[in-house]
């Protein structure tokens, strides 16, 4: 069975500080997906990032960045000078592209608070 | 372009009574997902579509939940004889092809009193 797990339920840090955001993932798939998802207090999930399994490189993009590190099932997500628009509720996904779905497993969330 | 659109917004009802969730996909969208989201819990599948076809319904908790996809676009979920439990956000999604990026609604928030 496929889980994600996101120990950190809630962290909070002074606006311009760096954070990173950990995601744990279990799969015994050798293809996946990994996600991140921002939710904010609107509700609406925001996607952000999708990873192929087979691609190991790091991605920056603007003031985010990933760490994708297979040898330790991990995906990590790194705010760079954070901002108050950051706060929010981000979740790590996995996709299941066995059969003929591909569903998504998600991790119970880190809840992001950015002190201005 | 639009995206993806979910009505009503709040859902009240009484314990016992039949709702219907509506999504409206992103246009052009062939498979789309119903997920249901508990307070402080990540998003947890229900039902996946290909088309008018429901290809994956593992998620589904139990025989008073049923989605249907008519005509391959909008998307209804419904369930019967509500119960407490069943009060949580119920979320859309839908992705251009299989295997693509899914993009969601802002959900429904479905309350059993």
């Known amino acids: 069975a496929q889980k994600v797990t996101q120990a950190q339920t809630e962290i909070s840090v002074v606006e311009k500080e760096d954070v990173t955001l950990d995601c744990v993932y279990e799969?015994?798939?050798?293809?996946?997906?990994l996600f991140w998802y921002k939710q904010p207090p609107s509700g609406e999930l925001v996607f952000l990032i999708r990873?192929?399994?087979?691609?190991?490189q790091n991605e920056i993009s603007g003031r985010y960045s990933w760490n994708f590190q297979k040898s330790t099932s991990s995906f990590n997500f790194t705010i760079t000078a954070s901002q108050v628009v950051d706060s929010a509720v981000y979740f790590c996904?996995?996709?299941?592209?066995?059969?003929?779905?591909?569903?998504?497993?998600f991790g119970t969330g880190t809840r992001l608070t950015i002190i201005p | 372009g639009a995206g993806v659109s979910q009505t009503p917004s709040n859902k009240v009802t009484e314990k016992g009574k039949y709702v219907e969730l509506r999504c409206d996909p992103i246009?052009?969208?062939?498979?789309l997902y119903w997920y249901r989201q508990s307070l402080g819990q990540g998003p947890e599948f229900l039902i996946y579509f290909q088309g008018t076809g429901a290809a994956d319904d593992s998620g589904l908790p139990n025989d008073r939940f049923f989605a249907v996809r008519p005509e391959g676009s909008v998307s209804t979920l419904k369930i019967q004889r509500t119960e407490r439990g069943d009060s949580a956000v119920y979320l859309c999604a839908s992705s251009l092809t299989f295997q693509g990026t899914q993009y969601f609604g802002p959900g429904t928030r479905l309350t059993v009193l």
């Open positions: 990873r192929n399994s087979f691609d190991e």
């Open positions: 799969t015994r798939d050798t293809t996946y997906y």
């Open positions: 246009s052009g969208h062939t498979a």
């Open positions: 996904a996995l996709s299941d592209p066995t059969g003929m779905t591909e569903k998504l497993t």
